[in-house]
């Protein structure tokens, strides 16, 4: 065979694996659509890869990606595919490089057998590794089912497509991205695959690369809405405080009584969450995956605070855990009121908050306004119902007046509880401040493998 005739199938070869959708998604994710292939024209049986694989850079930053390849095979799981993922995996963790994940499959090979359990194990495998190590990112753009499904979802950001399915089970039921976004299984839903593209380059530009390199830091010049009013919400506050078009809402759909936002402070990445009104199990669950998920990657943690209770243990314990863990920068800031297991949770020192600020309107205190009003007016307060029409009324009076004399931000301030009181719209000021003095936050920790508080 003539160099000539060698180099016309090399060329034939590479035109029809360079027109697939796989290659689409990877030209579209990487800078001027350059990227170096791992296993090019690795062969699955008797066609090409069902997977195309690369590395290159995402608004300069090094990125590992593959994308399953419907047009061969149906992108179906196989050895070969396996192998080629592998082989992406180590090379991302041997140079501390973030991986994203495209995924659009009919499912595996079955008549790979065994081999196939075998390829699905080893993708698990590594993908646990890499996990708290380098960010993953998967992007499910078209139909991932079974144990593919699983793969994906151990990703720490998960993004799929309006059109798109993800489900354990094979048949795809109730596997809509809109109900998976319900079940917190969708962490962002976008309207198509050039969308999603796009979202997954603004979460590379702020995220860091792996786990040693710290948080993002930016030089360009910094905007923000600021916080406008006493009565501003928290989660309306982690927009404000944000710089201008940084924040990226992870789970928006997933609970509401928790929010979760990935953005840029005064150009440094930060992990904001806004807790609200009483906190059920599912809220829970859902800060305490975002506050590990920060502090695997020393993002820094502000919370925005009003909230009276938690309604379950097992998920308060979940995310008191993960808090009093987490080991990178804590800060807080109560806008409303922080009583009981929720101060301490989110706000206290004793959950190792680094600093915690109170708005002027803030109410605090270890027990709810009910309760430390009973046990601390004693006999005074059954006597402050008697001879009233209105018991009940006159009830809520007295803890109202309770709670305005005794549980405020100055009270909490005198006793230690809170760094400062400031005024709403001083709020981003003290945040950049804050992170500023704890970004060369250091904390050596008990040799041990892990808690157990997550199962």
């Known amino acids: 065979m003539t160099a000539e005739s060698k180099s016309g199938i090399i060329s034939k070869a590479r035109e029809e694996i360079s027109s697939s959708k796989a290659f689409e998604y990877l030209t579209k994710l990487f800078d001027d659509g350059i990227f170096t292939e791992i296993g090019a024209f690795a062969k699955s049986d008797d066609t090409y890869t069902e997977a195309a694989a690369a590395h290159g850079t995402v608004n300069g930053m090094g990125v590992y990606a593959f994308a399953q390849n419907a047009d061969f095979c149906g992108g179906a799981m196989s050895k070969a595919q396996a192998a080629k993922i592998k082989k992406l995996y180590d090379l991302a963790l041997k140079s501390g490089e973030p991986v994203v994940a495209f995924y659009d499959s009919t499912g595996g090979r079955l008549s790979q057998g065994t081999d196939l359990l075998a390829a699905y194990g080893d993708i698990l495998k590594y993908s646990n590794n890499l996990s708290g190590v380098v960010p993953q990112i998967s992007v499910i753009v078209g139909k991932c089912f079974g144990t593919q499904a699983l793969i994906a979802e151990c990703a720490d950001i998960v993004i799929m497509t309006e059109n798109a399915q993800l489900s354990l089970e094979t048949s795809g039921e109730g596997a809509s991205a809109e109900e998976n976004a319900k079940k917190g299984n969708a962490h962002i839903i976008t309207k198509n695959a050039d969308e999603a593209v796009e979202k997954v380059k603004s979460l590379i530009e702020i ?5 040693l390199s710290g948080a993002c830091v930016a030089y360009d010049e910094i905007s923000a809405d600021g916080v406008p009013t006493y009565d501003t919400k928290p989660s309306k506050v982690i927009f404000d405080v944000a710089d201008t078009e940084s924040a990226v809402e992870i789970q928006e759909n997933y609970v509401k009584a928790v929010r979760t936002v990935l953005a840029t402070v005064n150009g440094v990445t930060v992990g904001l969450v806004s807790v609200e009104g009483e906190i059920d199990g599912k809220s829970s669950s859902k800060a305490a995956r975002f506050v590990r998920f920060c502090d695997a990657f020393s993002i820094p943690v502000a919370a925005f605070i009003d909230a009276e209770k938690f309604c379950c243990i097992k998920s308060a314990a979940k995310l008191t855990s993960a808090y009093a863990e987490a080991t990178t920068a804590k800060i807080s800031f109560i806008t409303g009121n922080a009583f009981g297991s929720v101060y301490i949770a989110l706000a206290g020192t004793g959950a190792a908050a680094d600093m915690t600020f109170a708005w002027t309107n803030a109410s605090v205190s270890a027990l709810t306004p009910e309760a430390e009003a009973v046990i601390m007016l004693g006999d005074d307060f059954g006597g402050k119902l008697k001879n009233t029409s209105d ?65």
């Open 207 to 211: 995220l860091p690369s792996n786990n």
């Open 391 to 455: 018991p009940k009324a006159e009830r809520e009076r007295v803890i109202e007046a309770y709670k305005n004399e005794n549980m405020t931000a100055m009270k909490a301030a005198e006793n230690g509880y809170v760094e400062d009181i400031i005024e709403p719209e001083n709020t981003r000021e003290k945040l950049i401040a804050a992170l500023d003095m704890l970004g060369n936050k250091r904390v050596s920790t008990l040799p041990k493998k892990h808690n157990n508080i997550y199962i």
